[in-house]
């Protein structure tokens, strides 16, 4: 089931809509660096280049699965 959450980059509000198990990871991440789950989407937002948001959170989140094993 996808889950849709807004964030404001850049100055803009934007809506992302990831599986529930996405954002469990991306909340994950955030928890472990200390940040809200907001700077974290804004710094992997600011390292995507042209990739679509959506698809450079779910790679932040398979790599960051991948590296816990």
Sequence with gaps: ???KKSFTLSGHRTS???????WTVLQQIARTR????AALVAEIDTG???R???SALRL????????AF
């Design 1 to 3: 089931m996808l889950t």
């Design 16 to 22: 992302v809509a990831l599986e529930t198990e996405f």
């Design 34 to 37: 200390g940040v809200a789950l």
């Design 48 to 50: 995507r280049g042209a």
């Design 52 to 54: 679509p948001l959506a």
């Design 60 to 67: 932040a989140a398979l790599a960051a699965n991948r590296a």
